[in-house]
């Protein structure tokens, strides 16, 4: 029958899931090539490949079949080639097992019942592990047959082969006899030792695994063979018996080896199996690999440069080759146990490698920071790096006393007698581009210092990060604190302040940078909310051949708020701009609604170059298309008067009623008419119900100021005042509170760069949406909680009133024009209703009466809409645009930007106390007011 197994260079689990189980002689090959295997512990396969063998029958499975999958692979050239499967459930320290007998395989198949899938590591040309010495199928032992009148005990084993080949077995003779191949079958027939019992001769078929299968062999050096070296033996033996056996190196040369790490492989236990995996991030490798006390370590043996090798430790080969082996062997060996005690200290050693010359001067700011040493880089070219310490040395002087003078280091190989000692040399290599420390001399003369110099705002900005990551907001002053904690380092107020600009840079990424990925933002927002509208404009470009453009605009609706808009069926909106603070600073225009429960909804958001006309207009253009409005939509809109809103709207919107808010009125007023008295008969005039009540009103003005009845009546009154308002918005709002609330809680995001701020609002928006739907939740009644506020106290009418009202219940009109600006029936009206109940009228209960929009169901139907979220930058689409898009042009103006808001002239007060800001200063010196005492130009009164 022909084989089933296909090699593959991918990995598919589930393609024959189904064939596994219905047969449980096949399993999956892992097959790790071209690799090498690391040292002990901690082993790993590094830079191999791996292929996946499916389908691999194990009835028919052998090491002839294993060969014929590696030449499937592409291994056509035979070599010498060493197998290892991985025993399920070890790591590779301690569970690689051979796989190059008919003895190997029969280990490997008693896993199959339990485990289908096998990793098989390859060695090609040399072995590393000792799998092959344990393997019973397999010897790389070479032993001399001795005369007659040598003794048993005088029998020694010679020098292992560092390398044997797999599944070779050689025997050596005698000169005299001279040599020639013995098969195993002659084993039995060695000369053993006469004068020793029968009994004391090892059973070979009660230890399959582990068998002396030559008795020539002393028992004990079976004994000392230590399997956790990487086939080498690093001590000598301390057997038992009077065999000697010799290691492949010296054990005072070798400081890695720990006498109580040993394994006797003839009293083996059986132990639960313990994972191990995060063992050694505890360790103390200098501790428990070094024996410090007894041997000094290979660091302390360098003498300053890496060429410094003890040549003892080194094996006796003559060829280059090996002997390069060798030495790159010692200088890792020499790393690992440096690296795992200085990784900490952030310290150099002699032998240290790096794979670029800013991980170099990286660690050398760090190492002076840490020990606070004023390190200073002498020599910086492309094939050495040098450098030296240049702090102040404290000077004994007979005259003056004690005194500090700066060193100036070394340039040379000698050393200045007045400067300090420490040294660091290192040089990249001729044949590979890595840099290795030569020298270092880690010796100090010098005084600590708080003022290194390499703790800039630059460097501190990479652990800002980890600070701010947490916590965005953090003061300077902490900041500032914790930094000097840190770094033992002085640290000033405005290097705190420029490192967490930094930090703040890398976490949100560059201002400038984040206009180019406007386009991708945009493709993003309308793949995750299907029917967004996102309409970004750029400045037009005199040279068509250009490949950047600059922003101008971008408007942004998604489509939940859209719909929920129009569910709520209140034809109202709130238009209100805000500026930006960031160093390319625009405005920010909003259209906030207001949703059944009378709170804010806001609908869309755009960023212009400014409050102009034509802003004005493509936002109201835009926000039109997507409400589906057209010119003669009676619509109804609340502003504050900005730069060209007005004229806007009369453009886009001719039949729309605009209403002016009521406070920027006032503001304007108090410009020329201050008091208290104009601020109450301006909300009077406002607040009026009726023309006869607002023309009550207005007169009652004129009796206290002409002219600020002159002036107020310029003003239209269908724009500011209830009596002229229509009531199709159910609305008598005459505030634009809802924008600025809404601008309120995006003063945090105004400041941040265009994308960071555009995610803030959408951020917002759905938290917003899950807020109220959680309040939804709790409402219990068939009105909206603030209809039904409203409502109560609407209900208490007691008594006759002195005015008269004429309401027509079937309108649904009350001649106070209360329900028909709001929709909710006023005190005329539930006394209407009262009355009919009262004479047997079926009017049900009174919410009916209340317009739909303060509904239960309407509210609920306008939040059940939700914004989807959206990836993160990384997994956003890629515009097809060739174009990049750069900042708009901006001119910065001489100062400090201004983050805060102008104040109104009436604001006297910051929360506790009476500001002087607006009083008339009287002079102490003349007596007249207008200016003080150091400004007078008078003469003093007599």
Not at 294 to 314: L, Q, R, S, Y
Not at 806 to 834: M, T
Request: net charge neutral; aromatic share 8%; glycine share 8%.
């Amino acid at each position: 029958m022909g084989t089933l197994w296909e090699v593959r260079s991918y990995d598919d689990r589930e393609e024959f899931k189904d064939v596994y189980d219905a047969y449980p002689a096949l399993v999956k090959l892992q097959i790790h090539h071209g690799g090498r295997f690391t040292k002990f512990p901690g082993r790993q396969y590094v830079k191999g490949k791996t292929h996946y063998v499916e389908l691999v029958d194990t009835d028919t499975f052998s090491v002839h079949e294993l060969e014929d999958m590696m030449h499937e692979v592409g291994y056509k050239t035979p070599r010498p080639t060493y197998y290892h499967f991985l025993v399920p459930g070890k790591d590779l320290d301690c569970g690689l097992h051979a796989l190059g007998s008919d003895q190997d395989i029969r280990e490997f198949l008693k896993f199959v019942p339990k485990c289908k899938v096998f990793d098989i590591y390859i060695e090609h040309w040399v072995s590393k592990l000792n799998t092959y010495d344990l393997s019973p199928g397999v010897s790389n032992v070479v032993i001399e047959q001795l005369p007659d009148e040598v003794q048993p005990e005088l029998v020694t084993k010679k020098k292992v082969s560092k390398r044997p080949k797999p599944l070779l077995l050689e025997w050596s003779v005698d000169d005299d006899v001279g040599k020639q191949p013995l098969d195993v079958d002659d084993v039995g027939k060695q000369p053993l030792d006469t004068d020793k019992p029968v009994s004391s001769v090892d059973d070979v078929g009660k230890q399959p695994m582990y068998t002396n299968e030559f008795p020539g062999i002393d028992k004990s050096m079976l004994d000392n063979f230590n399997p956790f070296e990487d086939g080498e033996a690093d001590g000598e033996a301390d057997g038992e018996g009077d065999g000697n056996v010799d290691g492949e190196g010296d054990a005072g040369s070798d400081g890695g080896s720990d006498s109580d790490f040993e394994v006797e492989l003839h009293n083996t236990v059986d132990e639960v199996d313990v994972d191990m995996a995060t063992f050694f991030e505890n360790t103390d490798y200098e501790a428990e690999w070094f024996d410090k006390s007894n041997k000094p370590t290979e660091a302390g043996n360098v003498d300053g440069d890496v060429d410094a090798v003890d040549m003892d430790n080194i094996d006796s080969n003559t060829d280059d080759e090996d002997l390069e082996a060798e030495r790159k062997a010692l200088l890792r060996k020499l790393r690992k146990s440096k690296a795992a005690v200085d990784e900490d200290n952030l310290s150099f050693y002699v032998g240290q490698v790096f794979g670029s010359k800013e991980g170099i001067k990286r660690l050398i700011d760090l190492h002076g920071i840490k020990t606070r040493r004023q390190l200073h880089v002498i020599r910086n070219d492309t094939t050495r790096i040098r450098a030296v310490c240049r702090g102040s040395i404290l000077e004994m002087n007979k005259e003056h006393g004690m005194g500090s003078s700066t060193s100036v280091g070394s340039k040379g190989k000698g050393s200045d007698s007045g400067s300090c000692r420490w040294l660091l040399h290192v040089s990249k290599g001729k044949h590979d581009a890595t840099w290795m420390v030569k020298t270092f001399e880690d010796t100090h003369k010098c005084l600590q210092s708080m003022k290194v110099r390499a703790c800039t705002a630059s460097f501190l900005s990479k652990a800002v990060v980890e600070i701010i990551t947490h916590n965005l907001e953090i003061p300077i002053n902490a900041l500032q604190i914790e930094l000097q904690k840190k770094y033992g380092q002085k640290m000033s107020h405005m290097k705190a302040f420029r490192a967490k600009t930094m930090a703040l840079d890398q976490i949100r990424g560059s201002y400038a940078e984040q206009y180019n990925h406007l386009r991708d933002y945009a493709l993003e927002l309308q793949r995750t909310n299907p029917g967004t509208t996102v309409k970004l404009d750029v400045e037009v470009s005199t040279d068509l051949s250009s490949d950047s453009r600059k922003f101008k605009r971008l408007y942004i609706c998604f489509e939940a708020l859209k719909k929920g808009f129009k569910a709520g069926k209140r034809d109202f909106l709130g238009l209100d701009g805000a500026f930006m603070k960031g160093p390319y600073p625009g405005q920010i225009l909003t259209a906030v609604g207001i949703d059944s429960n009378n709170g804010t909804y806001p609908l869309a958001w755009a960023i212009v170059e400014a409050e102009t006309i034509n802003a004005w207009t493509w936002f109201l253009e835009l926000l039109g298309d997507d409400l589906d409005l057209t010119t003669r939509s009676n619509f109804t809109f609340i502003s504050d008067r900005q730069k060209g809103i007005i004229h806007a709207i009369a453009k886009v919107f001719p039949s729309a009623e605009h209403r002016f808010c009521i406070r920027h009125i006032q503001e304007n007023m108090k410009l020329t008419w201050r008091g208290k008295e104009f601020q109450v008969q301006l909300w009077k005039c406002a607040t009026a119900a009726t023309v006869p009540e607002f023309q009550e009103a207005m007169n009652e003005l004129k009796s206290m100021s002409v002219q600020c009845h002159d002036w107020l009546k310029q003003i239209p009154p269908h724009h500011w005042s209830r009596a002229h308002f229509t009531g199709r918005s159910h609305t008598d709002c005459l505030l634009n509170n809802f924008c600025e609330v809404f601008n309120k809680q995006l003063t945090e995001g105004r400041d941040k760069p265009i994308l960071t701020a555009l995610e803030y609002i959408r951020q917002y928006v759905m938290k917003r949406i899950g807020n109220v739907n959680k309040a939804i939740q709790k409402a219990d009644g068939p009105l909206t909680p603030s209809a039904t506020k409203n409502g109560d106290s609407s209900y208490q009418v007691n008594g006759p009133w002195r005015d008269k009202a004429k309401v027509d219940i079937n309108q649904k009109y009350c001649s106070c024009r209360g329900w028909e600006l709001i929709g909710i029936p006023c005190k005329h009206d539930v006394a209407v209703i009262w009355n009919m109940a009262s004479n047997g009228a079926d009017v049900g209960i009174p919410e009916v009466w209340v317009d739909e929009v303060y509904w239960l169901d309407t509210w609920k139907k306008m939040y059940s809409f939700c914004l989807e979220p959206i990836n993160g930058p990384k997994m956003w689409p890629k515009s097809a645009c060739p174009t990049k898009i750069l900042p708009p042009t901006h001119h910065k103006p001489v100062g400090r930007p201004k983050k805060k808001r102008v104040k109104s002239v009436t604001e006297i007060t910051d929360g506790k106390r009476l500001k002087r800001f607006g009083k008339t200063v009287r002079c102490v010196k003349c007596g007249q007011q207008g200016h003080n005492k150091r400004t007078c130009k008078g003469q003093a009164p007599n």
